[in-house]
Nanobody, 122 residues
């Protein structure tokens, strides 16, 4: 029912910026929160940022704070992740997810997109 489609990933040099987009369809009031996660090769999927549709409350991982900004447009059913001052450590597949609450554990999000690759390299 709920479909999420990420876009905006690509190759960028260190210090550069990217803006990821997540288009949501089929969402209900049960999916009150959206999250961005990332997964690097050989590592666990980790929380990056989350936001609520109503009120816009946000939460960030320490690695994302002061560099990344999550935002949403309710009318467009779209969530963005603006990433600035990118580092090689940010290289990963980035996923958007929908769930009832902002939580840091991926198990709390029932719906996931296919992911978009972000590569930071010189």
């Amino acid at each position: 029912q709920v479909q999420l489609v990420e876009s905006g990933g690509g190759l960028v040099t260190p210090g550069g910026s990217l803006r990821l987009s997540c288009a949501a369809s089929g969402r209900t009031l049960d999916e009150a929160a959206m999250g961005w996660f990332r997964q690097a090769p050989g590592k666990e999927r980790e929380f990056v940022a989350g936001i609520r549709w109503i009120g816009g409350r946000t939460n960030y991982a320490d690695s994302a704070k002061d560099r990344f900004t999550i935002s949403r447009d309710n009318a467009k059913n779209t969530v963005w992740l603006q990433m600035n001052n990118l580092k090689s450590e940010d290289t990963a597949v980035y996923y958007c997810a929908a769930g009832p609450y902002i939580r840091r554990g991926p198990e709390n999000y029932p719906y996931w997109g296919q992911g978009t690759q972000v590569t930071v390299s010189s």
